[in-house]
């Protein structure tokens, strides 16, 4: 296979020579995690250590998704990313840039998002090409220009459209988009929603919003359209856009997450949609607290609040400084954690019935505060706190967010055994691994990963012995 095979480079490599022993990686190291990956992305890698001597001292380059698998795993362990060029092997064949801008005007954006739809689905019919290519080209700082460019103009100023001859549509009639075409889509997200909250973002009906997105939404984008029903379909499309998003890091595949997400974002200003903005914005800050870059993480959400201030409900609000208030916490800045899990109650405290609350908040509940704060203080190290809001998120699981109940289940076994209550936490690990087999999603399978590594001080322990055997086929099983 293509991926197995390489190609004469002159001389030794000793840039990745010099990068491996920075982050103290052995050659045996390295083709483990490489092939670690892979697998994760359902590939069959049989990479060895001396694979890797060869790299090194012969400057051979691995073809295929490998060098981006090499600068995922060098990556990992340094805490930062690592491009090619780093580590002598930037002859491979370069990640496609597809999805990564933010044009200015309304019509590039068009041509952006269509062109990343396009990309996604002939990477899947081809095996998943094209992300495997991309594994570890996520970078927090490509988020810089899309959130600072949303920042100073979160609307455009029109939104309707008609294709000329020679852009994309113009050399036959466009079709006429109306409201009814718009609808079909806010179905399609409503559905996928309930789907990606009951199942995870890895199960197959999740996986056809991509689908949707190139075969319903493109060709509406191309199409004709007035200012209004343009306002209303590049909103419905920044939906289904960010929902790709939300399943494709779900899934972990954060690279086409970042894509999917940056081209959400600009979306939603072209649909004059602050709010919608602002989701975005604070999935993007999700994302990048969850890879490690709180900060960034607390910049993303804060954006989102600063710019919806006036703007967005109550209840809207209080979801963004919940997220603000993750990334503080991730961050271990208590202070500022406590102030924004604070200021997000009091905006869920204000909310009333009849507020005008997107349909895409509907997830958000006194529960869902509850369980986020649950993690703020797990990052904390309060276990106390974790235990009095894992209580109240846990108090009335519903069908309908089976994903959010198995994390929550994870964070409550998590405070119970750093209460040294060992019996209550593998207890509730036991219920945790139950549910994260009921679904498809690599993040709820990365709690349980955590809890695992937590428990090692107790792995005589017979029920933790049992626990990690349930748990068995939960981890070896393909991402």
Not at 226 to 244: C, K, M, N, P, Q
Not at 335 to 342: D, I, V
Not at 355 to 379: K, V
Request: net charge neutral; charged share 25%; glycine share 10%.
């Amino acid at each position: 296979m293509g991926w197995l095979m390489s190609r004469e480079q002159r001389g030794p490599n000793e840039k990745l020579g010099a990068v491996l022993a920075l982050a103290g990686i052995s050659n045996a190291g390295l083709a483990r995690r490489v092939n670690d990956l892979g697998a994760q992305r359902g590939l069959t890698l049989r990479y060895d250590k001396t694979s890797v001597a060869r790299w090194v001292s012969k400057g051979m380059v691995p073809q295929g998704v490998a060098p981006h698998l090499i600068a995922a795993a060098i990556g990992s362990k340094l805490g930062r990313p690592v491009p090619l060029h780093e580590i002598g092997l930037a002859d491979a064949d370069p990640a496609p840039e597809v999805g990564l801008t933010f044009p200015r005007g309304v019509g590039a954006a068009v041509r952006s998002a269509t062109e990343l739809y396009r990309l996604d689905v002939s990477g899947r019919r081809g095996g998943g090409s094209v992300w495997q290519s991309l594994a570890g080209s996520f970078s927090v700082s490509a988020y810089a220009t899309p959130a600072s460019r949303w920042l100073i103009n979160p609307a455009d100023n029109t939104a309707g459209r008609e294709p000329a001859e020679g852009e994309p549509g113009g050399d036959v009639p466009a079709q006429r988009v109306g409201h009814s075409d718009v609808s079909k889509l806010r179905e399609a997200a409503e559905d996928a929603r309930r789907w990606d909250s009951k199942y995870g973002g890895g199960d197959w009906r999740s996986s056809m919003v991509p689908e949707c997105l190139r075969v319903d939404a493109a060709p509406l984008l191309l199409g004709a359209y007035s200012d209004d029903v343009g306002r209303s379909l590049f909103g419905a499309t920044a939906e289904l856009t960010r929902l790709a998003g939300w399943m494709a890091f779900d899934t972990g595949q954060q690279e086409a997450a970042q894509r999917y997400y940056i081209q959400a974002l600009r979306l939603a200003r072209a649909a004059a949609d602050v709010p919608l903005g602002g989701y975005v914005l604070v999935s993007m800050s999700l994302q990048a607290t969850y890879r490690g870059f709180a900060d960034e993480g607390v910049d993303l959400a804060q954006a989102a609040v600063e710019r919806n201030r006036g703007l967005a409900t109550a209840r809207t609000m209080s979801f963004f400084r919940l997220v603000e208030a993750r990334a503080h916490a991730k961050a271990q800045d208590a202070q500022a954690a406590g102030a924004a899990l604070r200021a997000a109650e009091s905006w869920l405290e204000r909310s009333r019935e009849g507020d005008a609350d997107p349909s895409w908040l509907g997830f958000y509940t006194h529960d869902r505060f509850a369980a986020d704060a649950a993690e703020c203080y797990r990052d904390l190290k309060a276990p106390r706190q974790v235990r009095r809001f894992t209580e109240q998120a846990l108090s009335r699981p519903t069908e309908e967010y089976v994903r959010s109940h198995g994390l929550r289940l994870v964070v409550s076994a998590v405070a119970e055994l750093e209460s040294g209550n060992l019996d209550a936490a593998c207890a509730q690990g036991t219920r945790a691994v139950e549910v994260a087999g009921r679904i498809s999603s690599a993040r709820t399978t990365e709690y349980v990963r955590d809890l695992l590594h937590r428990l090692e001080p107790y792995g005589d322990e017979p029920r933790v012995v049992e626990l990690r055997e349930r748990a068995r086929p939960l981890l070896v099983a393909p991402a």
